[in-house]
Every structure is written in structure tokens, then in C-alpha cells.
Nanobody, 125 residues
Framework: QVHVVESGGGLVQPGGSLRLSCAASGRTFSNYAMGWFRQAPGKEREFVAATVRTGGWSSYTGYADSVKGRFTISRDNAKNTVYLLMNSPKPEDTAVYYC???????????????WGQGTQVTVSS
């Protein structure tokens, strides 16, 4: 069982930066793939980024094409926390951002068993 709580959302100007955090409970946090998803009004939930430990200090990360090169996902297993650094956000990045945990790496939201309540990110000048 994993309980996740997002934080760090808010209003950010286009071209600025914002870092989201996701604190997770559970002693086996490092074994879970962690993902970020988002949902804009009137749209379906979509994949943003995910990361999974592949062994030792190595990990694999994946990104949606729409955020590749602008967003960075990272995790601190000692703190049971995963981050999403949003650089150069655009108005179209405005959405509720969700953190989720899965037993396997996937960009499909249906593969994730544990979800946070979401945090609103608004990109506007």
C-alpha cells in the first residue's frame, strides 16, 4: 500500500519554473514506478512523465513528447519523494497534476494503483 500526496502547485508565468513534489508513504517506495499525469478541463487524463529504479543507483525515465526537454522527473528514495520540475511552462500545461505509483513502469494511467488528490497548476501571465 502506498499513499501519495502532491504539493507545489500554483500560478506560474509562461517561461518561468515550478517544482511539484509528491510525498509517498510505505517502506517499499523505491520499488515502485512513480508517474505524473495531468488533466485539463474537458480533457482526459494524460501521461506527463514517469520514473522507475532499474538497479542500484540507475533509473529509467520517460516523458510525453509535449513536455520532453522542458520537464524533469526525479526521485529521492531516501525521502520517499518524487519531483516534477517544470521549466518554461506554457499556458497549455495548465491542468491538475496527479502523482501515482505503480508496480511496473508504464505511461498508461490504468497501470497505476495509487493516486494522490492532485495539485492545480495554472500557467498564465
Amino acid at each position: 500500500q502506498v499513499h501519495v500526496v502532491e504539493s507545489g502547485g500554483g500560478l506560474v508565468q509562461p517561461g518561468g519554473s515550478l517544482r511539484l513534489s509528491c510525498a509517498a508513504s510505505g517502506r517499499t517506495f523505491s520499488n515502485y514506478a512513480m508517474g505524473w499525469f495531468r488533466q485539463a478541463p474537458g480533457k482526459e487524463r494524460e501521461f506527463v512523465a514517469a520514473t522507475v529504479r532499474t538497479g542500484g543507483w540507475s533509473s529509467y525515465t520517460g516523458y510525453a513528447d509535449s513536455v520532453k526537454g522542458r520537464f524533469t522527473i526525479s526521485r529521492d528514495n531516501a525521502k520517499n519523494t518524487v519531483y516534477l520540475l517544470m521549466n518554461s511552462p506554457k499556458p497549455e500545461d495548465t491542468a491538475v497534476y496527479y502523482c501515482a505509483a505503480s508496480g511496473t513502469y508504464s505511461s498508461d494511467s490504468h497501470s497505476y494503483d495509487y493516486w494522490g488528490q492532485g495539485t492545480q497548476v495554472t500557467v498564465s501571465s
